[in-house]
């Protein structure tokens, strides 16, 4: 099949790509490699993904077009020179924190694009467009674990905000147009080639320089970490499946992850959360050295917990996320150790 994959040089859209292409699929990908985080990592990324289509030979196409979603024109261009049998959306400005200082830049990637990318798709009657949401979106709700059935309706920063905004946009569009759509909602994503910005990224450096590493609630809050392995072929399986309507979602008692349109949101997220502290823990046994630990308090926008219920997930496509964080965080350490040489 043919995929076309928004923000294929970022830290999800890469392994997508590749795993794909190593499948014997094609793919074209289109990313605006903005400066977000180092552009130099991004590069290679692309680098990676051109010497796998190289190594296929003629087996499969793949192209990568450098534009941004935002950019109607560039997007109309593209979906007429190809027929995708899938769209797989992971293109967005990401960064709770950064949502705080800079709305607009969320406005243009996160609303703008996407509304882009739904009109695209509904023109070119496009089989199933499968998008990234977040965890995030659970806001100020509470309740263990967090269920694609309960409300999320308070948002705890802008991000998430404009999150929550995409599942509704995409629910109006699978409604209107009977497009079939299937939201994703990711738990703290991590592994090789993974966002500088996070938190494991992040560590890992300081950690090696032998300075302090900022805990936030004093490392006592805890996050679903889903290895990037478990989220890419929760992408995929989900994405070969195309969404359908629920034939016993009811008006009269909605259900919100379902419809009577061709709609639905995943969960994506290991099952087991773990404390910060001891994700660190685990950091510190890959790296052999101990972590100078300065414990602060939560920062703004920050969500105590997260736990993720895939139970929905798993009856859809048979794939439950299972990498355990320190089989993880190894294999991060791993990568990082051989691409920066240390």
């Known amino acids: 099949m043919k995929y076309l994959i928004t923000g294929n040089a970022g830290f999800i859209g890469f392994h997508v790509a590749k795993t794909l292409m190593a499948r014997g699929d094609s793919v074209v990908g289109v990313d605006n490699v903005n400066d977000y985080y180092e552009t130099s990592l991004k590069e290679d990324r692309l680098r990676e993904l051109e010497k796998l289509a190289h190594q296929q030979g003629d087996t499969i196409e793949y192209e990568f ?31 709770v924190r950064h949502s705080i200082e800079h709305p607009e830049s969320y406005v243009e990637s996160n609303l703008v694009g996407f509304s882009n990318l739904l009109e695209t798709c509904r023109h070119a009657e496009t089989p199933h467009l499968t998008y990234a949401s977040t965890s995030s979106v659970y806001g100020g709700n509470t309740t263990m674990p967090f269920s694609e059935d309960h409300g999320v309706d308070h948002p705890l920063q802008f991000y998430a905000a404009t999150k929550r905004a995409n599942e509704l946009m995409a629910h109006s569009y699978s409604h209107l147009f009977r497009l079939p759509t299937t939201g994703l909602r990711f738990f703290t994503v991590y592994g090789p ?39 890419v072929e929760g992408v995929i399986k989900s994405s070969d499946q195309i969404a ?13 992850s379902t419809s009577n349109a061709p709609f639905r949101i995943f969960n994506i997220g290991n099952g087991n959360p773990a404390q910060l502290s001891d994700y660190i823990d685990a950091l510190e046994e890959a790296l052999g050295k101990k ?10 926008g920050d969500i105590p917990d997260t736990h993720a219920d895939t139970r929905k997930l798993q009856q859809a496509t048979g794939y439950r996320p299972d990498t355990g964080v320190r089989e993880g965080v190894q294999k991060f350490v791993e990568w990082y150790r051989d691409y920066f040489s240390v």
Request: a negative charge.
């Open 291 to 300: 972590a100078i630990r300065e414990l602060l308090p939560m920062q703004a």
């Open 244 to 256: 359908t309507a629920d034939p016993e979602w009811s008006a009269a008692e909605p259900m919100p």
């Open 65 to 95: 077009v450098r534009a941004n979603i935002a950019d109607k024109p560039a997007l109309d261009a593209l979906f007429e020179r190809h027929k995708f049998d899938r769209v797989i959306h992971l293109a967005a400005q990401a960064g």
């Open 193 to 231: 080639w993974g966002r500088p910005d996070m938190a494991l990224f992040k560590f890992t450096r300081l950690i090696l320089e032998g300075k302090p590493i900022p805990v936030f609630n004093h490392g006592h809050h805890s996050r679903d970490f889903t290895y990037i392995d478990d989220i």
